[in-house]
């Protein structure tokens, strides 16, 4: 089972599954809990879905680890070993899905020895399945996808997110960022409620870039596999190789694309996620002069 396609085959039927709860409940009035802010939401479904995604996983293979959003947010710490690790966003867009708008997706994961085998992003109100395995390409629902390969800026969509973030330093930079990136310019700026289906439009081709600062690696490690399968590329928002933990990513149709975005966006001070959360972030670390 070296090229884990088995474990693959069960993540996509499990998030088949798991989707039936979100549906379920997708209509109906949630009780919502706040997490860092006002923007950063959960609700009973997010913690339900969590718990049958990882009861399923570890029935079946249980030396295997998780970081699942839900667990991180009740204290879990979010290590990545080498061991292999399934991580898992049970619900990526619980604000979407909070208010019905229909962007709701299941976002997994696989990771061994650090390095991502496979990602499936299931966006459940659309029943579309993204998925991917490296080295074997990208697809959604069986059909191979192909990044638009677009090297031109001034021509691409660009997808971004205002996030959770909510201090005065973070909605600035975050607010200015998309001044910028309209002065380059750009066709547009557009935003669907959550990362993972956002990052795949760029594997479909339907967008040309993606970028965000202060998500976490639940919202794109599955995303970042599909967009890099699919013949796009994969970065920091400095321009550095990508590194899931940072809370920083541009995904884009080309290098040449990429790399323009990566001279205009600035980041603010956020801590990584496998950072000790008791340690400060405040200050300008990490963000590019003005």
């Excluded at 490296?134 to 191979?144: H, I, M, S, T, V």
Aim: hydrophobic residues 45%; negative net charge; proline residues 3%.
């Amino acid at each position: 089972m070296s090229d884990w396609t088995d474990c693959l085959d069960f993540g996509i039927s499990i998030a088949k599954q798991a989707s039936e709860t979100v549906l379920e409940a997708f209509l109906l009035q949630k009780e919502v809990q706040l997490k860092s802010s006002p923007a950063d939401l959960v609700t009973e479904t997010d913690q339900r879905v969590e718990r049958i995604l990882i009861s399923a996983i570890r029935a079946r293979f249980p030396l295997h680890r998780f970081i699942g959003e839900e667990s991180v947010a009740a204290g879990e710490p979010c290590v990545l070993t080498d061991e292999p690790t399934w991580i898992i966003d049970p619900i990526d867009g619980t604000v979407n899905f909070v208010h019905r708008f229909p962007f709701v997706a299941i976002s997994i994961a696989f990771t061994v020895n650090k390095q991502t085998e496979f990602g499936i992003v299931y966006s459940c109100v659309e029943d579309k399945l993204f998925h991917a395995q490296r080295g074997r390409g990208a697809f959604l629902n069986g059909e191979k996808l192909q990044a638009s390969g677009q090297e031109d800026v001034s021509k691409c969509v660009v997808v971004t997110e205002i996030g959770a973030e909510r201090d005065d330093l973070a909605l600035s930079t975050m607010t200015s960022n998309i001044l910028r990136l309209l002065q380059l310019p750009v066709h547009g700026v557009r935003a669907l409620g959550t990362a993972a289906v956002d990052m795949c439009q760029v594997a479909t081709g339907g967008a040309d870039a993606y970028y965000h600062i202060g998500m976490h690696c639940w919202d794109i490690a599955a995303s970042a596999i599909i967009v890099q399968e699919a013949g796009g590329v994969v970065m920091d928002t400095d321009g550095s190789d990508f590194d899931m933990m940072s809370r920083r990513v541009i995904a884009a149709s080309s290098t040449s694309v990429a790399n323009s975005i990566a001279q205009v966006v600035q980041a603010f001070p956020c801590r990584r996620d496998d950072e000790d959360p008791t340690r400060c972030v405040c200050g300008a670390a990490g963000v590019k002069g003005v």
